[in-house]
C-alpha cells in the first residue's frame, strides 16, 4: 500500500473577445483562490486539490468550489496480504481485485463484502443517527484536526485526489471511523461547479463512466461504501446512475447519497435494483455558523423520532467539526445512538 492523499444578440460582445474576457477572469480568480488557500492552510504538497476551508457563510446548498490540480496517476501497488490500521482492517486479498489501474474492491468467495469487512462498528439503540464529515484529503492541516475532534462513530468521506489519500484513509480507520470514497459526479452548472478530473457524467457512455468509476475505487483500498462528490445532475438522470450504482452493488459497497440533490433518482434506482443505499435527510453546514449547524443538527434528531434513522451530511468546516462533537457529548442522554452509516443502510432483498 502507498505510504499514508439572453442578452440580446445585438448586444453580445465578438466571441473572440466574450472568450478572452472568460479566460482573464478566471485566471484571476484562480490566482486569487491559490493565494487565499496557501495562506490558510499553507502549501502542502501531497494535496492535488486545494480548498479554501472558510468561506463567507452561504445560504446556497451546493458545496464550496472545488479548484483541482492535476497530478500524474500512480497505481497502488497489489493487495497481497491483509492489512490493518490499529486493529482495523484496510485491505484484504480476498476482498480484492487486483488490475494494472490499481487494486478493485470485490466480493470474496466466501461471501463476505467490502462493506461489511470495512465497516466500523455500531452502538446499539433504536433511534439512530449517522453522520458523514466529507473533504477529508483536501488539507492536511482541516483533516487531522477534524479526526482529531470527531466521535469515531461519525463516517468520513476521503477524496480520491491526495496523494495522500491512503494515509488519511488508514489514519481514520485506525480511530475507528468508517470511511466512503467520495467519487466526482456531474452537477448542473458543471463545469462553472467541477468535481475534478474523472467526473462521472450524465450522457457519456457507459463504458466512459466505467472507466472513471474504476479510476476512482482504485486509489486507496479499505473503504466500506461511496458517496457523490457534488453530482445534482448525474443523481437525476436514471440512466446513467442505473449501472453505476449496479458495479457498486456488485463489487459488495454501498452507495451514500449525500441528499443535496433535489431531483435525486437515487432511491428509486437503488431499489429498482436490490442495491445497498442510504440517503442523508440534512445538509447540516449549507450555512456555517454555529446557531445554524445546530438548528440542523435539531432537525436531524426530529428526523430520527419519525422515521427510527436519519443521516446528516456535513464539511470539514472548522465549526462544523466543533459544534458535531460538542452535540455528540449529549446524544446518547436524549435517546440517540451515532453510528457509521453501514449500521443504517438498507440491505438488498
Not at 488539507?139 to 463516517?155: E, I, N, R
Not at 476512482?216 to 461504501?225: E, I
Request: aromatic share 6%; charged share 15%.
Amino acid at each position: 500500500m502507498a505510504h499514508y492523499a439572453d442578452s440580446d444578440a445585438a448586444m453580445a460582445p465578438p466571441k473572440g473577445a466574450r472568450a478572452l474576457a472568460v479566460a482573464g477572469a478566471g485566471l484571476i480568480c484562480a490566482l486569487m483562490a491559490a493565494a487565499a488557500t496557501i495562506t490558510l492552510l499553507g502549501n502542502h504538497h501531497g494535496a492535488s486539490v486545494r480548498l479554501d476551508l472558510e468561506p463567507p457563510v452561504s445560504h446556497a446548498a451546493a458545496p464550496p468550489l472545488l479548484r483541482s490540480e492535476v497530478t500524474p496517476d500512480v497505481a497502488m501497488p497489489p493487495v497481497s496480504q491483509t492489512q490493518y490500521a490499529g486493529r482495523a482492517l484496510i485491505a484484504d486479498p480476498a476482498l480484492t481485485e487486483n488490475t494494472p489501474l490499481g487494486p478493485l474492491p470485490r466480493i470474496a468467495d466466501d461471501g463476505r463484502k467490502p462493506m461489511t469487512a470495512y465497516a466500523a462498528p455500531a452502538g446499539s439503540g433504536k433511534l439512530r443517527i449517522a453522520i458523514v464529515m466529507t473533504g477529508l484529503g483536501l488539507s492536511a492541516k482541516a483533516t487531522q484536526a477534524a479526526l482529531s475532534g470527531l466521535p469515531a462513530a461519525v463516517t468520513v468521506g476521503v477524496l480520491p485526489y491526495s496523494a495522500d489519500a491512503p494515509h488519511w484513509l488508514a489514519a481514520a480507520r485506525s480511530l475507528g471511523h468508517e470511511v466512503v470514497l467520495q467519487v466526482p459526479m456531474e452537477p448542473f452548472d458543471f463545469p462553472d461547479s467541477d468535481p475534478g478530473p474523472h467526473t462521472l457524467r450524465s450522457g457519456s457512455a457507459t463504458s466512459a463512466n466505467a472507466e472513471r468509476l474504476n479510476w476512482a475505487l482504485t486509489r486507496f483500498t479499505g473503504y466500506a461504501g461511496v458517496t457523490n462528490l457534488l453530482g445534482d445532475r448525474l443523481l437525476s438522470d436514471t440512466e446513467a446512475l442505473s449501472p453505476i450504482l449496479t458495479t457498486l452493488s456488485r463489487r459488495g459497497l454501498y452507495f451514500y447519497d449525500s441528499g443535496t440533490a433535489t431531483q435525486s433518482v437515487a432511491p428509486q434506482v437503488a431499489g429498482s435494483l436490490a442495491a445497498p443505499f442510504a440517503q442523508g435527510a440534512a445538509n447540516i453546514d449549507t450555512i456555517q455558523t454555529a446557531l445554524e449547524i445546530d438548528r440542523r443538527l435539531s432537525d436531524l434528531e426530529t428526523a430520527a423520532r419519525e422515521h427510527g434513522s436519519a443521516i446528516g451530511t456535513a464539511f470539514l468546516y472548522p465549526v462544523s467539526v466543533e459544534r458535531i462533537a460538542l452535540w455528540a457529548k449529549g446524544l446518547q442522554a436524549r435517546g440517540f445512538v451515532l453510528v457509521p452509516v453501514s449500521a443504517i443502510v438498507s440491505a438488498p432483498k
